[in-house]
């Protein structure tokens, strides 16, 4: 076994500490009640919310079970799920699930877990209620719990045995799929989420997929969108992605109109090709088209599959979230062959990029820092209001190459504050000095972007693919461990808790590490030490060390 260094390790070790069954959270303080609560006494059994017992043993033959009995909307459910590592250590992971799923209970079935329950008592959650042994832990809520993570402990060892037999008669002999915990294993779901809404097909098992974001700059057309490709095919993709101009060549085109997924598409074919060169979902701005390259060698069996995904395809407008620039005509200025264009939009700036398409030979070309930015209101443009009086630029001039290209970043917040959903235009001049000449000739451009957010979300950061983590980690990009998002208003959220920071931490640890090491928190507080982040990342063994997670939460490292 190759080696491998003491960064990479830990990253490893936290990406299982953080994801899989082993990770403890952190105890929250709490206020003691007074005296143990005695289920069915002090407690009703008709204010039971959640119960849940868990047992996990981390050494070899490494085994994890959970039971979760619940009330919500009205019903009465109860879910198990059971991980085994057999012949290895733990702790088990998500990947090492081999029974899981939710059942709703019935009215009786219920009130035999209620009569388990009853007479046993409750009491503050312990620091050391984790600490060491197999379990089982377990923690009981209720409608007027006066704390979090209640510690219950049965009225007795056989109150114990009936109730994990109970639940033994409660798990199905065959396998449950639960669509939030597990994907399909022949049926999975692609999806891309973007500033012009979210669009989806379902996979085989036997086709691959990628979602490609805004500015990735991985699709040969479009601005974000799907790739997907047939895991037996030697090349070729298809790509289905947003634009925001779709136009067609009319020579030797053949093009008809098919129902697929549900609506009707428009479907055009090249000199005789034997299959479709493109089929546009929706005709009207954004356009998403489908195209393909390279797939002379894929079989019809594989084309069959192709439609099929196709067919499955589903686009829901509501959901958008981040930012995009689009092309107006503003955005060039044919006299000195430049165009302006804008890329990675947030509500506190963005990329612009100058290219000269057409050298005119008018000699030096250059830009300075300042701008203006206006609104669209009601198809009028107005001046966004300036949060200071009297901003000013540096007065710094940047040169265009020749037949070349410039980019700046630009950051607004000073003067302009964070922007709020809706469309843009950033305005820009450019001087010429032709040769000869004394005098400076200016022209303006200007570059339209977007900003979306459904329900106050300006961009989601999905939690990374255990399958591509070790490449992240090789390339050295961060692992995103939980998902989060990038809110509208500039804050961030978790899908428990809301803050106000977002903190890239990095150093170097101690042990001989031959890099540094970058850790990712959701903070309410405004400064975190790298000590402190190492140790609450899930390496320390003084529970002290550990945020709240109201006040602070890795989501992301690397």
């Given at each position: 076994?190759?080696?491998i ?54 050494n ?78 377990l ?37 449950e ?41 991985k ?48 479907v ?20 998403i ?45 044919e ?33 300075g ?100 983590s ?36 990095t ?52």
């Open positions: 076994m190759g080696k260094n003491l960064t990479t390790l830990l990253v490893l070790l936290l990406i299982t500490l953080m994801t899989g069954c082993g990770a403890k959270e952190k105890p929250e303080d709490m206020s003691l009640f007074g005296s143990e609560k005695i289920v069915g006494k002090d407690i009703p059994t008709s204010d039971i919310t959640d119960f849940y017992y868990t047992e996990e043993n981390i070899y033959d490494a085994h994890y079970q959970r039971y979760r009995f619940y009330v919500e909307d009205g019903k009465y459910l109860f879910f198990h799920e059971t991980r085994e590592r057999r012949n290895d250590y733990g702790p088990c992971t998500e990947d090492d699930t081999t029974l899981i799923g939710t059942i709703e209970l019935t009215a009786e079935q219920w009130s035999q877990f209620a009569d388990l329950i009853n007479g046993g008592t409750v009491k503050a959650r312990e620091d050391s209620a984790e600490a060491g042994g197999i379990g089982p832990w923690y009981l809520y209720w409608t007027n719990d006066k704390g979090k993570h209640q510690q219950f402990s049965f009225d007795s060892y056989d109150t114990q045995a009936r109730f994990e037999k109970f639940c033994l008669s409660l798990v199905p002999d065959k396998p799929k639960d669509e939030s915990v597990i994907e399909d294993e022949f049926n999975g779901e692609l999806s891309v989420v973007g500033p012009y809404g979210q669009i989806s097909v379902s996979l085989p098992d036997n086709w691959s997929g990628e979602a490609v974001p805004v500015d990735e700059g699709l040969m057309y479009g601005l974000f969108g799907l790739i997907i490709k047939p895991v037996s095919a030697q090349e070729g993709q298809i790509e289905i992605a947003f634009m925001d101009s779709f136009g067609v060549c009319g020579t030797g085109l053949s093009s008809e109109n098919w129902n697929l997924a549900g609506k009707k598409v428009s055009g074919t090249y000199d005789d090709h034997e299959y479709w060169d493109y089929i546009v979902f929706n005709d009207e701005k954004p356009q088209v489908a195209q393909h390259t390279d797939c002379d060698s894929w079989t019809e069996e594989m084309w069959d599959e192709a439609y099929s995904i196709l067919d499955s395809f589903q686009y829901n407008e509501k959901n958008a979230e981040g930012g995009i620039g689009q092309y107006i005509p503003d955005s060039e200025a006299a000195i062959g430049v165009m302006m264009d804008v890329s990675h939009v947030t509500p506190t700036g963005l990329t612009v990029r100058f290219r000269q398409y057409d050298d005119k030979g008018l000699g030096e070309l250059t830009y820092e300042g701008y203006t930015l206006e609104c669209l209101n009601n198809n009028s443009w107005e001046a966004v209001p300036m949060i200071i009086d009297n901003g000013v630029f540096n007065d710094l001039g940047y040169n265009i190459p020749p037949g070349g290209e410039s980019e700046i970043e630009t950051n607004w917040e000073w003067l302009y504050g964070k922007l709020s959903p809706g469309t843009y235009k950033i305005t820009r001049k450019v001087w010429t000095k032709p040769q000869g000449g004394d005098s400076l000739s200016s022209y303006t451009l200007s570059a339209q972007f977007m900003l979306t957010g459904s329900n106050g979300i300006f961009r989601t950061y999905e939690i990374t693919d255990p399958d591509l070790e490449q992240y980690i090789k390339d050295d990009k961060l692992v995103t461990m939980v998902r989060y998002y990038e809110m509208t208003d500039g804050t961030w959220k978790t899908d428990d808790h809301t803050y106000k920071y977002r903190l890239e931490i150093g170097r640890l101690g042990g001989g590490a031959v890099k540094d090491s970058t850790f990712v928190y959701l903070s309410n507080i405004e400064e975190i030490s790298f000590d402190q982040a190492w140790k609450a990342a899930g390496l320390s063994s003084n529970m002290d060390d550990y945020f709240d997670p109201k006040d602070a939460v890795l989501v992301a490292m690397k």
